[in-house]
């Protein structure tokens, strides 16, 4: 959530962000009306309850028509300290649900609009020329076929449509990339991390996934747990109500963990093949700073995925992504899309968001600096999320004959192998 006195303060600049983002700004003015009846009513009740006191100590020593005005007072101030208590807690209840309606502040320059209406920050690498090397580039679903890597038919068979299953040289592929991205990340300075794939609601909400994002979460209503869409839910959690000392940071990990999305509005895209999936494997960067060094980290966690992806040999495009698609925790999200010889297009396998202290408020993460205690940024980053990472490595890197040349980096992940070979028979 926000920082109310932001709100206080400067209250079009929090407007102004509803309004990008394409959300309700009148939240904005029943916020500060709220805050304001919260803030009076607790006034109120501290006057009162001063009055309260003080009689207490007159009430013993009087007698008479005094003492009896006194108890008549008395009772009519226990009165009126239950009402304003009642109201201060009705009024900071209303806050506190308005505040959890409203979306991180985005920062001033990012891009104003919907999906379509990003930036491209910039261009590394080309896509290939299939037709100047004389073929029709195949999908990653054909030639994980050819490779017997992907099996999506007894993926529905046994679960239904989105699900699949890695089979040979396509579950050694994972592994690789898993390895790969973990050593890397450990290289870094990440601590590598195996996290929950269940939940709480308080974890789940307090990253902000019960909101607009809450079409696409699993519930298990029996156990009242919820399945993880990214590790980043429980690596924001993992510090829930404590207090960092300053010099501990930054914290960084990276985890490995199963995923699951429910897909719920993107009924008739991506049917085809691994791209888009209700489960899927990934690991996730999670950073843990200063507010004041949360745009640099975010700069770092944007290198880390493209060291990555460069390393892979992908071409790929990074973009800002537009104020009404980032989310509601994230303050500004870049995205790093792979091209898809196949869709003839850059799709997205990265992802890095900036939350700021919009997650640490909620989830009542703070940093000890000397005296002061204050929230801490969280920020977040995909560096291999496994489905997307492996369409794009096997159509970028087709060979004529069926094959898939493996990257150099990956090949001591995958015993030396040079070259994915169709299985026989295929």
Known sequence: MIDLRLL???PERVRESQRARG??????????????????SSVRFDELRSEQKQLGKLIPKAEGDEKAGLLKRAGELSAAVKAADAEQGEAAEETQRLLRLLGNVVYPDVPVGGEEDFTVRETIGSPRDFAAEGFEPKDHLELGQLLAAIDVERGAKVSGSRFYYLTGVGALLELALVNAAIARATEAGFTPMLTPALVKPQAMEGTGFLGQAAQDVYHLEKDDF?????????????HMDEIIDASRLPLRYAAFSPCFRREAGSYGKDTRGIF???QFDKVEMFSYVAPEDSEAEHLRLLEWEKQWLTALELPFQVIDVATGDLGSSAARKYDCEAWIPTQS????VTSTSDCTEFQSRRLSIRMRDGKNVRPLATLNGTLCAVPRTIVALLE????????????????????????????AGK
């Open 8 to 10: 206080r303060d400067d």
């Open 23 to 40: 959300e309700d700004v009148g939240i904005v003015d029943a916020l500060l009306s709220a805050d304001e009846r919260r803030r009076a």
């Open 226 to 238: 919820y399945l993880v869409g990214t590790s980043e839910v429980p690596l924001a959690g993992y």
């Open 276 to 278: 888009r999936v209700h």
């Open 345 to 348: 297009k850059y799709r997205e």
């Open 396 to 423: 970028n890197h087709q060979q004529a004959d069926g094959s898939v040349r493996v990257p150099e980096m990956l090949r001591p992940y995958l015993g030396g192998r040079e070259r994915l070979e169709p299985a």
